[in-house]
Structures are given as structure tokens and as C-alpha cells.
């Protein structure tokens, strides 16, 4: 049960969440997509192209290689992007475009994660320039986001440093539980997609959220649970119900390399 608050005797716990169509109702970095077409980092092609993957994206998901295809793509079309413009116009838009996506059961199962003391990670293949200002929204504990090398001119070069996907996920959370202590067993983790299996299974108690034809038939294999969250609503309109306040969002995993584009792990 959820509300049970830990004992503190025993190893800490968290749960991990991935964050598109799992606690958002979309993919959080096309959701500004438009923001970043008025800010002048993409044209009009671009902008609609991008709304066109974001339909592709919530129409049926993505599969591996659609994924690929995605990261490649996004790769190409940020670089040379400002990294402090991103930011900027992710903090300017974040309260219009991602509040209201938020599902009222995922803010509900972070309070009650929170409540029963354990942490709370979102672990996400966006940007960090994106996640992090989500994480924060969130009152989640730690993130762990995909970074772009930046270049000495403070702008993306177009390459990846370190991408959060796929098994990556699942070593990211395997890092964390080793700094943090997190006993894994105890540990929960919920998701949407196949592809994050690997971050599933590394748990005690892995949840499938809206999942994806694969992940429905892995999850049904295996006895998993299976969430149907389908409420999107603003965070304001659950207070009192959200009341957790919230706390600074800290990058972890990856912490190989250099010139990432978001502060390094605190792990």
C-alpha cells in the first residue's frame, strides 16, 4: 500500500517514473515545439513537422526505430540552438504547456510516494533543458534526462552526450540505487512503453502505464499491474490534494564526459 510510510530503519526506496504519457499526456519536447518556432529556433517546416511527430507520437507511440528516427532528427534541428534561449523559453511556457497535461493520477501517485517517504526520480528521454523545469514542477526528487554536448559558443553542436533510453534507463536507476542506498526490490518504477522494460524489470514493483500494444502483452506475461491514467488536469486545481511542496530537480546518470548541456549529476 502506497500511504505506508516507511520504515526508516530500512534501506531509503524510490519510485521511478518516466515522464511522456506517463505522468504528461504527451511528448514533453515537442509540446514546445510551437514555443521554440515563435522564439525563432525553428522555421515554419520545422514547427510543423514537429507537430506532425507529436501526433505520430500520441496516435500509437513510438518503437525503437521510430525513436531513433526522432533523436536523430531532433539532434539535427537544435544545433546551433542557443542553450540559454531554451531555457528561457521553456521557463516562460512551462505553466502554460505542461501543467495542463499533467495526469491527476501520476501527481496523485507522487504525493503518495512522497508521503510514504520514498523518493521520487523522473527518468526521461527528453533534454535535460526540458525535464529538469518538469521535475521541478513535479517536486520530484532527482531526474534523469538525455544532454546535448554544448559548445564553447554556449550553443547545442548537434551531439549526443549522453542518452537516457532503452537499458541506459535501467543503469541510470541500478547507479542510483547504488549512491542513494535504494533497495530496488522495494523500489516501483511505471512506464508506457516497451522500451523501458529494462527500468521495469530492475524494480520490485514495475507498473504499466497506458501502455503500448508490447509493453501490454509483456505486462500481462509477467502479471505486472496495469494503470489507465486519462485525467489531465492543472496542478493548482488539485491543491489542497497536491500539497507536497516542491523540490529542486538534480540530473543523475551519465556522469561520464564533458560539455553536457545541463548541471552535472548530484548523485
Known amino acids: 500500500m502506497l500511504g505506508v510510510v516507511e520504515n526508516q530503519s530500512l534501506p531509503r526506496t524510490a519510485a521511478f517514473f518516466d515522464l ?47 525513436m531513433e528516427r526522432m533523436r536523430e532528427y531532433l539532434s ?9 534561449q531554451v531555457r528561457e523559453i521553456v521557463a516562460e511556457t512551462l505553466h502554460d504547456l505542461i501543467d495542463p497535461i499533467i495526469y491527476d493520477e501520476a501527481a496523485s501517485l507522487i504525493e503518495e510516494h512522497h508521503t510514504a517517504g520514498r523518493d521520487v526520480v523522473i527518468v526521461s528521454t527528453s533534454g535535460a533543458e526540458v525535464v529538469e523545469p518538469i521535475g521541478e514542477l513535479l517536486g520530484a526528487d532527482r531526474v534523469v534526462a538525455t544532454r546535448m554536448i554544448v559548445g564553447d559558443d554556449g550553443c547545442y553542436t548537434g551531439e549526443v552526450e549522453y542518452y537516457a533510453y532503452g537499458p541506459t534507463k535501467a543503469e541510470a536507476v541500478r547507479e542510483l540505487a547504488e549512491s542513494e542506498g535504494y ?81 552535472r549529476p548530484r548523485v
Open 76 to 84: 539535427a534541428m537544435c544545433r546551433g540552438w542557443n542553450v540559454q
Open 183 to 263: 533497495d530496488l526490490e522495494r523500489c516501483y518504477a511505471y512506464s508506457d512503453s516497451a522500451t523501458d522494460v529494462p527500468m521495469l524489470e530492475s524494480v520490485g514493483h514495475p507498473h504499466a502505464v497506458n501502455p503500448d500494444r508490447a509493453l501490454r502483452r509483456e505486462a500481462l506475461a509477467r502479471g505486472w499491474p496495469i494503470l489507465d491514467f486519462h485525467r489531465p488536469v492543472r496542478l493548482k486545481q488539485r491543491i489542497p490534494t497536491f500539497s507536497v511542496p516542491p523540490r529542486p530537480a538534480l540530473v543523475a546518470g551519465g556522469a561520464q564526459g564533458g560539455g553536457g548541456a545541463g548541471p
Open 20 to 66: 511522456d504519457k506517463t505522468v504528461i499526456a504527451k511528448s514533453s519536447t515537442l509540446t514546445f515545439g510551437k514555443s521554440f518556432y515563435q522564439g525563432g529556433l525553428i522555421n515554419r517546416r520545422a514547427a510543423l513537422r514537429t507537430a506532425y511527430a507529436q501526433f505520430v507520437f500520441l496516435l500509437g507511440g513510438a518503437d525503437h526505430d521510430q
